[in-house]
Protein backbone atom coordinates (compact mmCIF):
# COMPACT_ATOMS: atom_id res chain seq x y z
CA UNK A 1 0.00 0.00 0.00
CA UNK A 2 1.42 3.68 -1.30
CA UNK A 3 0.63 6.34 1.77
CA UNK A 4 -0.53 10.17 0.15
CA UNK A 5 -0.38 13.10 1.90
CA UNK A 6 -3.48 14.98 1.37
CA UNK A 7 -2.14 19.14 1.39
CA UNK A 8 -4.25 21.66 2.92
CA UNK A 9 -6.16 19.27 5.65
CA UNK A 10 -5.89 19.99 9.06
CA UNK A 11 -6.95 17.18 11.40
CA UNK A 12 -9.70 19.17 13.70
CA UNK A 13 -13.16 18.25 15.59
CA UNK A 14 -14.86 20.44 12.96
CA UNK A 15 -16.91 19.05 10.19
CA UNK A 16 -15.99 18.33 7.21
CA UNK A 17 -16.36 17.03 3.29
CA UNK A 18 -13.50 18.04 0.78
CA UNK A 19 -12.73 16.02 -2.26
CA UNK A 20 -8.84 15.47 -2.83
CA UNK A 21 -6.45 13.45 -5.26
CA UNK A 22 -4.45 10.54 -3.85
CA UNK A 23 -2.90 8.68 -6.18
CA UNK A 24 -4.51 9.67 -9.38
CA UNK A 25 -7.77 9.10 -7.60
CA UNK A 26 -10.43 11.35 -7.00
CA UNK A 27 -11.15 10.74 -2.84
CA UNK A 28 -13.93 11.89 -0.61
CA UNK A 29 -12.12 13.20 2.49
CA UNK A 30 -14.47 13.52 5.55
CA UNK A 31 -14.40 14.59 9.20
CA UNK A 32 -17.54 13.61 10.58
CA UNK A 33 -17.88 13.08 14.74
CA UNK A 34 -13.95 13.58 15.40
CA UNK A 35 -13.00 10.59 12.67
CA UNK A 36 -11.67 11.09 9.68
CA UNK A 37 -13.14 8.56 6.75
CA UNK A 38 -12.35 8.41 2.96
CA UNK A 39 -14.53 7.38 -0.14
CA UNK A 40 -14.39 7.37 -3.70
CA UNK A 41 -15.89 10.64 -4.52
CA UNK A 42 -17.77 9.03 -7.21
CA UNK A 43 -21.34 7.82 -6.72
CA UNK A 44 -21.98 4.44 -8.33
CA UNK A 45 -25.63 5.10 -9.20
CA UNK A 46 -25.51 8.40 -11.06
CA UNK A 47 -22.07 9.79 -10.90
CA UNK A 48 -22.63 12.21 -8.30
CA UNK A 49 -19.49 13.98 -6.98
CA UNK A 50 -20.23 12.95 -3.44
CA UNK A 51 -18.45 15.81 -2.27
CA UNK A 52 -20.95 17.65 -2.58
CA UNK A 53 -23.23 15.84 -0.40
CA UNK A 54 -23.84 15.77 3.37
CA UNK A 55 -23.40 13.28 6.52
CA UNK A 56 -26.26 12.11 8.07
CA UNK A 57 -26.27 8.78 10.19
CA UNK A 58 -22.79 8.40 9.81
CA UNK A 59 -24.07 7.78 6.43
CA UNK A 60 -22.32 10.06 3.04
CA UNK A 61 -25.54 11.21 1.64
CA UNK A 62 -25.26 11.70 -2.56
CA UNK A 63 -26.66 15.16 -3.89
CA UNK A 64 -28.20 13.89 -7.08
CA UNK A 65 -30.72 11.29 -6.06
CA UNK A 66 -29.83 10.58 -1.55
CA UNK A 67 -28.18 7.28 -2.17
CA UNK A 68 -25.98 6.75 1.07
CA UNK A 69 -22.95 4.87 1.88
CA UNK A 70 -21.59 3.74 5.23
CA UNK A 71 -18.34 5.99 6.28
CA UNK A 72 -16.60 2.65 7.59
CA UNK A 73 -17.70 -0.08 4.87
CA UNK A 74 -18.58 1.91 1.63
CA UNK A 75 -21.89 0.07 1.78
CA UNK A 76 -24.58 1.10 -0.24
CA UNK A 77 -28.03 1.66 2.54
CA UNK A 78 -30.78 -1.06 2.59
CA UNK A 79 -31.99 -1.94 -1.21
CA UNK A 80 -29.29 0.35 -3.10
CA UNK A 81 -27.05 -3.12 -3.64
CA UNK A 82 -24.21 -0.83 -4.36
CA UNK A 83 -21.02 0.55 -2.86
CA UNK A 84 -18.01 2.97 -2.99
CA UNK A 85 -14.56 2.39 -2.20
CA UNK A 86 -13.29 3.37 1.22
CA UNK A 87 -9.15 3.70 1.87
CA UNK A 88 -7.39 3.86 5.13
CA UNK A 89 -6.65 7.01 6.80
CA UNK A 90 -3.76 8.03 9.02
CA UNK A 91 -2.95 11.04 11.08
CA UNK A 92 0.95 11.81 11.49
CA UNK A 93 3.03 14.58 13.03
CA UNK A 94 3.31 16.18 9.37
CA UNK A 95 0.09 15.65 8.38
CA UNK A 96 -2.79 13.63 6.85
CA UNK A 97 -2.51 10.61 4.71
CA UNK A 98 -4.82 8.05 2.26
CA UNK A 99 -3.47 4.60 1.76
CA UNK A 100 -4.31 3.54 -1.83
CA UNK A 101 -3.81 -0.42 -2.67
CA UNK A 102 -2.36 -0.82 -5.57
CA UNK A 103 -3.83 -3.28 -8.68
CA UNK A 104 -1.52 -6.75 -7.83
CA UNK A 105 -2.16 -6.03 -4.29
CA UNK A 106 -5.54 -6.36 -4.90
CA UNK A 107 -5.31 -8.99 -7.29
CA UNK A 108 -3.17 -10.89 -4.14
CA UNK A 109 -6.01 -10.13 -1.59
CA UNK A 110 -8.65 -11.77 -3.42
CA UNK A 111 -6.92 -15.32 -3.53
CA UNK A 112 -5.82 -14.91 0.16
Given amino acids: MKWYKVPDVENSDKPFIKKVKAGGKNICLIGYEGELFAL ?14 WCKDKKLVCP ?13 S ?13 VKKDGV ?7 WERIKKGFS
Fill in 40 to 53: SAKCPHAGGDLSAG
Fill in 64 to 76: VHRFSYNLNTGKG
Fill in 78 to 90: EGQNDYVDVFPVE
Fill in 97 to 103: YIGIEGF
